[in-house]
């Protein structure tokens, strides 16, 4: 049996990524901050309670699947925050700054290194960072989060470079606007873009599409395919007049 680790696994994406590998046979092995599930799993799954952003969290998770499952073969980094509150890059504080790369980028950089020195052991592994359209656009209200989405995407292109010899591939997914609890705050905004064209296919994203792609990366498909980038949001990525 495969065993999959997956943060954020309390939200929508990385609850629904979960959901998909279990149904396909996959252990996996999911951490939030939250300290319950707020809907259940079926299958092979154990909850741990942790603070991405923490060491202490990070090693804890790790452990428990060793300890439980001796390997990992695939790590989701999904977890990821936006700002506790929106504000002109003019005023963006460094706390708020802190909050989200923290977590965002420190806590998936870190994770990835502990979890990439396990699947060394096996020569042989699969790493899906969930990054975002918003590593590539513009959002001046939100500045931390774009900095933070960003940097998910050298974290990529390292760890793809630096663990091909061993046959561990490490490749993202950059969603477009995907209806979670973290969009759940705008959606009247992005109702009314997508209604005026905003995106070629014209709804939108959902948490299952995202674990879709997910599934594509990680099951072994694509062998041959490391360090890319796959836009999952209904052509936002597309250059239009």
């Known amino acids: ?16 990524t979960a959901e998909l590998l ?7 092995v999911g951490m939030d901050v939250t300290p319950e599930m707020p809907r259940k799993l079926e299958g092979e799954f154990t909850f741990v309670q942790g ?32 700002p506790k509150i929106r ?17 965002n ?9 502990l979890v990439a020195k396990e699947m060394i052991k096996n020569n042989s ?5 969930i990054s975002s359209m918003s590593g590539y656009t513009s959002s001046t209200s939100r500045g931390e989060y774009c900095i933070s989405k960003a940097g998910v995407t050298m974290i990529t292109t390292l760890f793809a470079d630096k663990l091909a010899p061993y046959g561990i591939t490490v490749n993202e997914i950059r969603p477009g606007i995907i209806a979670t609890g973290m969009t759940d705050k705008v959606k009247a905004k992005y109702d009314a873009l997508i209604e ?11 948490p299952e599409d995202i674990a879709n792609a997910v599934w594509v990366l990680c099951n072994g498909t694509l062998p041959y395919v490391t360090g890319q980038s796959l836009d999952v949001d209904g052509g936002f990525h597309i250059r239009r007049l």
Do not use: C, H
């Open 105 to 113: 980028t420190k806590g998936t950089l870190f994770l990835t290194q």
């Open 87 to 103: 504000a002109d890059i003019l005023e963006m504080t460094e706390e708020s700054y802190d909050f989200v790369m923290n977590i």
């Open 196 to 206: 005026d064209g905003l995106l070629p296919i014209k709804r939108w994203g959902q």
């Open 22 to 28: 279990l149904k396909n046979g996959i252990a996996v």
């Open 51 to 82: 603070d991405l952003s923490k060491k202490e969290s990070r090693e804890n998770y790790v452990s428990t699947a060793i300890d439980k499952y001796g390997k990992i073969d695939i790590l989701v980094n999904v977890a990821g925050v936006a």
């Open 1 to 16: 049996m495969k065993v999959a680790l997956v943060t954020g696994v309390a939200g929508g994406i990385g609850f629904a």
């Open 125 to 129: 592994g699969s790493i899906v960072n």
